[in-house]
């Protein structure tokens, strides 16, 4: 069911970075929208940022100037740099790739930012 992997989540304490990696096949991969997700406990999943094939940018609003979303199109990579920390940071991240009306979703990551 997976079909995108994330990696590179843990534990960080407040103020401090992580940075996050997806990586999928080139046949989800080419032509899609990337972006990151992320559902923090007991609340909805929302979105965090995405990012076209020409590095068209977007971002929620309580991670931008701290959150960097980026992709290497060569190989199939799109991440997420995190900096500056928060506790309200943690949640499962998800990342996804939407081409046209079909979404792909990995299994989720655990990012936990500790006061």
């Known amino acids: 069911q997976v079909q995108l992997v994330e990696s590179g989540g843990g534990l960080v304490q407040a103020g401090g970075s992580l940075r996050l990696s997806c990586t999928a096949s080139?046949?989800?991969?080419?032509?899609?929208?990337m972006g990151w997700y992320r559902q923090p406990p007991g609340k909805q999943r929302e979105l965090v940022a995405t990012i076209t094939v020409t590095d068209s940018t977007n971002y929620a609003d309580s991670v931008k100037g701290r959150f960097t979303i980026s992709r290497d199109n060569a190989n199939n990579l799109v991440y997420l740099q995190m900096n500056s920390l928060k506790p309200e940071d943690t949640a499962v991240y998800y990342c996804?790739?939407?081409?046209?009306?079909?979404?792909?979703w990995g299994q989720g990551i655990q990012v936990t930012v500790s006061p």
């Open positions: 996804n790739a939407r081409r046209w009306i079909t979404d792909f």
């Open positions: 080139r046949s989800i991969f080419s032509n899609s929208i």
